[in-house]
């Protein structure tokens, strides 16, 4: 969960900034945990 509440506090200051968050090569495990926690706002990008 340690990444979850990084990349939470890094969504909010892409916001803050007009910027968005893309993430790339990215495991299905952490796609859902993104959904989960609310945080599907951020772009995930497969290569």
Do not use: F, N, Q
């Not at 968050?21 to 926690?37: F, K, N, T």
């Not at 706002?41 to 497969?46: G, R, T």
Request: proline residues 0%.
């Amino acid at each position: 969960m340690a990444v979850v509440d990084r990349l939470a506090r890094l969504h909010l200051e892409a916001k803050r900034l007009g910027c968005t968050i893309i993430l790339r090569g990215v495991g299905a495990d952490l796609v859902e945990l993104l959904e989960l926690s609310g945080l599907d706002e951020i772009v995930v990008a497969d290569e």
